[in-house]
């Protein structure tokens, strides 16, 4: 009988053991498709205000524009989640000491606000550079292990703050475009900061979908370096961002690096115009970098332009340029198990005019671009979020309470 007991116990162990190989692998509660960042609004009060009720509240700073009537109008477009930036630095200021509370109220008020429009969210914990307005930013939380230990209580507590949410309409990014990784030295330091990040957020919200994503402003390249394995939990969708080719997508920027300020007119694709009307564009750049550019930075800014206008100067150039990306992801994907549904795209778009720059993307090459960016995400079975809902690259407000053309926000609605 004791051998019957034995035979018999190993038989079930055999059985169930069989049974989940063939269950399917765990996936994110929280699923989404077609969405819109809610991007960082240029209006937002100096930090010595920041303890000023009125100036502060409600958060985040899109609440003070946007109503109810707006995000439904988002949702009868077709969208069906928003990515919501936080600016985590009033979370780190001393300032907002007596108002912490009803800034992470505010945040949950705000997440229950787009669920009441029809629409999931993703709560965006959104770090920008320090400086003007803020004394915290990226480089202080990367920098310095104190204020990165700060950070990991903030993510505890906004895990905390949004963990009795429903976890199929409220979702939390931990950090936006870490800036780390990035050196050609090979440094490797995201990976464990995110786990002390990701553990921060466990620990307050167990049901909670999170968001993780690479280094080095979560380009595909730095998310491939990510082994999903260290990180045992299947409650995850991972984000990469792409905006190939910034040559292209982020023309007249000032604060995207010393060169591409310099860059305007460029056509999407460049094909788009006869080549003639192009090359008298470049020559115009070239102008520009010649008259205004510092001297010493000339030469390799103008070697840069001719270098990045011939690695897409043909469709089967640019093609491969903006495949790029996914195919990274795609591969990484497959490597590790991780299941289409539960990658991102999570920012992507085109400049439609820098703050104070009098050049104006032509709407028919933002449409065109972001047509092809969703084609390429929803053929890889990903979804998707524009950048943004407004300011240099809106799709719905432009500024000064103008709207934007309605041409890119056309081409999300033909997708209903």
Same mark, same amino acid.
Request: aromatic share 10%.
């Given at each position: 009988?004791?051998?019957?007991?034995?035979?018999?116990?190993?038989?079930?162990?055999? @059985? #169930?053991?069989?049974?989940?190989?063939?269950?399917?692998?765990?996936?994110?509660?929280?699923?989404?498709? =077609?969405?819109?960042?809610?991007?960082?609004?240029?209006?937002?009060?100096?930090?010595?205000?920041?303890?000023?009720?009125?100036?502060?509240?409600?958060?985040?700073?899109?609440?003070?524009?946007?109503?109810?009537?707006?995000?439904?109008?988002?949702?009868?477009?077709? @969208?069906?989640? @928003?990515?919501?930036?936080?600016?985590? %630095?009033?979370?780190?200021?001393?300032?907002?000491?007596?108002?912490?509370?009803? @800034?992470?109220?505010?945040? #949950?008020? %705000?997440?229950?606000?787009?669920?009441?429009?029809?629409?999931? $969210?993703?709560?965006?914990?959104?770090?920008?550079?320090?400086?003007?307005?803020?004394?915290?930013?990226?480089?202080?939380?990367?920098?310095?292990?104190?204020?990165?230990?700060?950070?990991?209580?903030?993510? =505890?507590?906004?895990?905390?703050?949004?963990?009795?949410?429903?976890?199929?309409? $409220?979702? &939390?990014e931990l950090m936006n475009e870490p800036i780390v990784d990035c050196d050609a030295n090979g440094t490797n330091l995201w990976p464990e900061r995110q786990k002390k990040l990701f553990a921060a957020a466990r620990a307050s919200a167990t049901r909670l979908?999170?968001?993780?994503?690479?280094?080095?402003?979560?380009?595909?390249?730095? &998310?491939?370096?990510?082994?999903?394995?260290?990180?045992?939990?299947?409650?995850?969708?991972?984000?990469?961002?792409?905006? +190939?080719?910034?040559?292209?997508?982020?023309?007249?920027?000032?604060?995207?690096?010393?060169?591409?300020?310099?860059?305007?007119?460029?056509?999407?694709?460049?094909?788009?115009?006869?080549?003639?009307?192009?090359?008298?564009?470049?020559?115009?750049?070239?102008? =520009?970098?010649?008259?205004?550019?510092?001297?010493?930075?000339?030469?390799?800014?103008?070697?840069?332009? +001719?270098?990045?206008?011939?690695?897409?100067? %043909?469709?089967?150039?640019?093609?491969?340029?903006? +495949?790029?990306?996914?195919?990274?992801?795609?591969?990484?994907?497959?490597?590790?198990?991780?299941?289409?549904?539960?990658?991102?795209?999570?920012?992507?778009?085109?400049?439609?005019?820098?703050?104070?720059?009098?050049?104006?993307?032509?709407?028919?090459? =933002?449409?065109?671009?972001v047509r092809d960016m969703i084609a390429r995400a929803e053929a890889h079975g990903f979804s998707w979020s524009v950048w943004s809902y407004g300011g240099a690259f809106g799709v719905v407000d432009a500024f000064d309470g103008d709207k934007a053309e309605?041409?890119?926000?056309?081409?999300?609605? %033909?997708?209903?």
């Amino acid at each position: 009988m004791a051998l019957l007991g034995t035979m018999i116990k190993s038989l079930m162990a055999a @059985l #169930l053991a069989l049974g989940a190989l063939a269950l399917p692998a765990g996936a994110a509660t929280f699923s989404m498709k =077609r969405g819109l960042n809610l991007d960082q609004w240029v209006t937002w009060p100096t930090e010595d205000k920041w303890s000023d009720r009125r100036a502060i509240l409600p958060y985040p700073e899109w609440r003070k524009f946007l109503k109810q009537d707006d995000l439904k109008a988002l949702k009868d477009a077709g @969208l069906d989640f @928003l990515r919501m930036p936080v600016d985590p %630095s009033p979370f780190l200021s001393d300032r907002t000491a007596a108002l912490r509370d009803d @800034l992470y109220a505010s945040v #949950l008020d %705000s997440a229950r606000m787009i669920n009441r429009a029809g629409l999931k $969210v993703i709560v965006d914990l959104h770090l920008i550079p320090a400086g003007g307005n803020r004394k915290i930013g990226m480089g202080q939380v990367m920098d310095d292990p104190a204020v990165f230990d700060a950070y990991a209580d903030v993510v =505890r507590n906004m895990a905390k703050t949004l963990a009795k949410e429903d976890p199929k309409q $409220v979702a &939390l990014e931990l950090m936006n475009e870490p800036i780390v990784d990035c050196d050609a030295n090979g440094t490797n330091l995201w990976p464990e900061r995110q786990k002390k990040l990701f553990a921060a957020a466990r620990a307050s919200a167990t049901r909670l979908t999170l968001i993780l994503t690479g280094g080095c402003y979560s380009n595909a390249e730095s &998310l491939a370096r990510i082994d999903p394995g260290t990180i045992p939990d299947d409650n995850i969708i991972w984000t990469f961002h792409s905006y +190939d080719p910034f040559l292209l997508t982020h023309q007249g920027a000032t604060w995207a690096g010393d060169f591409i300020q310099y860059v305007t007119g460029l056509p999407y694709p460049l094909t788009a115009v006869p080549k003639p009307q192009l090359d008298v564009t470049l020559d115009t750049i070239r102008n =520009r970098i010649r008259a205004e550019a510092p001297w010493a930075r000339q030469s390799g800014m103008l070697a840069y332009l +001719d270098e990045q206008v011939a690695a897409m100067d %043909s469709p089967e150039k640019l093609a491969a340029v903006m +495949d790029a990306p996914f195919r990274t992801v795609d591969a990484w994907a497959k490597a590790n198990g991780v299941k289409p549904q539960d990658i991102t795209l999570g920012e992507f778009g085109m400049i439609r005019k820098e703050y104070g720059n009098g050049f104006v993307m032509p709407t028919a090459y =933002r449409a065109a671009y972001v047509r092809d960016m969703i084609a390429r995400a929803e053929a890889h079975g990903f979804s998707w979020s524009v950048w943004s809902y407004g300011g240099a690259f809106g799709v719905v407000d432009a500024f000064d309470g103008d709207k934007a053309e309605p041409n890119v926000m056309d081409v999300i609605r %033909s997708l209903r």
